[in-house]
């Protein structure tokens, strides 16, 4: 097989949460420590940093990945879902992993998979953890695809679980309430392991306490460690970037991903290293930070977060899709300057649409669309429900034509973002060649 053969393969035989969703959730660990044994127990051959949470995950890991390279470690750097290629889920230093070594692993593990019949998602993680084995990684930062307990990551022994926040996401698998998530969540603390919570909640806060305590792990809070006076957007030239300072020092630091959430991303990376540092034989030094934070998208390839795609007009696309992440974008647009906002809208249709379309502003011109994904919510059932909430605009068969029409409305002063989901804007940034 060919890399098109290997993927149409993948994508026929085993179900894929990214494209069909909760059918392909499996509830339990069965199928990733069959593949763990079949392929001679990857996982414990590999250094690994575990990362969970509802928002902020993917930014984090991708921080802490350039934080390791920075100070010459072999990374390895695992993330999910992918924007444009599959590959973008495996990286070892930023490289993505080569089409050969795909298609070697689905060849020569063919018959173990039809045996199984793991879905995408553990077919992946065994993929991942074979090959930052067989490369001998240094370490390896790890990001779980949704939940913790039943996370087919979930078969490491970390040197540190990191948990950066809760919110409402993926309910119908996780539970409804925070507590019931953050329970999920806390599958990830293992015993005698340390855990650093990215964000104190304090209706959870006892749920991961009393976890920690039951293992035997050791505790921490990031923003009871970090603090900082202020952080803000800033541009040079054409490229914004995060510029953050210290509380009581005259230290500042400077992050190439933008948006003002990334503070609290930082703030648990920030601690993280300072946990690595004092707990294993890990040494990452103030240097080595200050230079990789400047470099995030340089260093791993990290896309759709606050990403810019063009400049006048300004369109900016950003992945952000729950309750909470929207709000976080929100904040994001409102202290960005601009005429007008049009507002590129595409969703997913096992979410709780109308929790985020009642917190979108009215003053917008909306380009409902539908991503190219089976998952993804009719154009027309989204702008229904939209003018339930007085959010004005037209419907689109697809990203690219809403993008079209947006361009074509907008002035060079207007802001055009694209956003509602992940798949939004993956479709987004494949257009993005064609911008002029």
Not at 87 to 111: A, D, T
Not at 193 to 202: C, D, F, M, R, S
Request: with cysteine.
């Amino acid at each position: 097989m060919n890399y098109k053969e290997t993927l149409d393969y993948l994508f026929s035989r085993l179900p894929m949460f990214q494209r069909i969703g909760a059918a392909a959730y499996k509830a339990n660990l069965d199928n990733t420590w069959a593949l763990m044994n079949a392929l001679d127990s990857p996982e414990k051959k590999i250094k690994t940093i575990h990362v969970a949470g509802t928002n902020g995950k993917g930014s984090t890991s991708h921080m802490l990945a350039a934080c390791f390279q920075k100070a010459g470690y072999k990374t390895g750097l695992y993330t999910s879902p992918h924007l444009i290629d599959f590959r973008e889920r495996i990286k070892i230093n930023g490289k993505m992993i080569s089409k050969q070594e795909v298609v070697k692993f689905v060849e020569k593990h063919q018959i173990i998979f039809d045996r199984i019949e793991p879905s995408f998602f553990e077919w992946t993680v065994a993929l991942a953890f074979d090959y930052f084995a067989r490369k001998k990684v240094d370490i390896a930062i790890i990001e779980t695809g949704l939940g913790g307990r039943l996370d087919s990551t979930n078969v490491i022994q970390p040197e540190l679980s990191i948990i950066t926040n809760i919110s409402f996401d993926h309910m119908n698998l996780l539970g409804s309430t925070l507590p019931l998530i953050a329970k999920e969540k806390a599958g990830i603390i293992k015993e005698n392991t340390p855990v650093l919570i990215g964000e104190t909640q304090k209706e959870i806060k006892t749920i991961f306490s009393s976890k920690s305590k039951e293992n035997n792990a050791p505790i921490f809070f990031a923003d009871e460690l970090i603090s900082f006076e202020y952080a803000k957007q800033m541009r040079k030239k054409n490229e914004l970037f995060l510029e953050i300072k210290f509380k009581h020092s005259s230290k500042k630091i400077s992050c190439d991903l933008p948006g003002l959430y990334q503070n609290k991303n930082i703030k648990t990376v920030l601690a993280a290293i300072a946990i690595i540092n004092s707990t294993s034989h890990f040494k990452i030094n103030s240097s080595h930070i200050t230079q990789a934070l400047k470099s995030v998208k340089e260093l791993t390839g990290l896309m759709g977060r606050w990403h810019i795609l063009k400049n006048k007009p300004l369109i900016i696309a950003d992945t952000g899709h729950n309750e909470a992440g929207i709000k976080e974008v929100l904040k994001n647009i409102n202290s960005t300057n601009f005429d007008n906002l049009h507002f590129i809208l595409g969703m997913v249709n096992d979410k709780e649409i109308d929790k985020v379309l009642q917190l979108l502003p009215k003053k917008a011109n909306y380009y409902f669309c539908k991503a190219s994904i089976p998952r993804a919510l009719d154009e027309r059932t989204l702008y229904e429900h939209a003018n339930k909430f007085k959010l004005k605009g037209e419907f689109y068969k697809d990203v690219a034509n809403a993008l079209k029409s947006a361009f074509q409305s907008a002035s060079h002063k207007d802001l055009i973002f694209i956003g509602g989901s992940t798949f939004t804007v993956a479709d987004a940034l494949k257009l993005k060649a064609t911008m002029k």
